[in-house]
Nanobody
């Protein structure tokens, strides 16, 4: 069983930065970040394989967000820069049972409780 706890959300002005962190208990493989805005479906943001190599991103955040992981500490982070109002959402950390996972929600079996990110214009 894997438990995930996110932290680091908050309110930031457009153009600002935030860093989200996710602490995991239990063995983790591929991990990812998703987000869900009010009235919208949960969408993939970024993912990273179990080795920490091979990070991949949604087109909407490519070049602005960076995912990383520290396997010694069993954590995964999302550094977000140049934030835009459309980045406002609840952000979820997710863990997969696969060494590498794609952007599909159903590829991840474990989810955190979510952390709110609000970007003001």
């Amino acid at each position: 069983q894997v438990q995930l706890v996110e932290s680091g959300g908050g309110l930031v002005q457009a153009g600002g930065s935030l860093r989200l962190s996710c602490a995991a208990s239990g063995r983790t493989f591929a991990m990812g970040w998703f987000r869900q805005a009010p009235g919208k479906e949960r969408e993939f943001v970024a993912g990273i394989g179990s080795s920490g190599r091979g990070a991949y991103y949604a087109d909407s955040v490519k070049g602005r967000f960076t995912i990383s992981r520290d396997n010694a500490k069993n954590t995964v982070s999302l550094q977000m820069t140049s934030l835009r109002p459309e980045d406002t959402a609840v952000y979820y950390c997710a863990a997969s049972g696969f060494v590498n996972a794609g952007p599909g929600v159903n590829e991840y079996g474990y989810w955190g409780q979510g952390t709110q990110v609000t970007v003001s214009s």
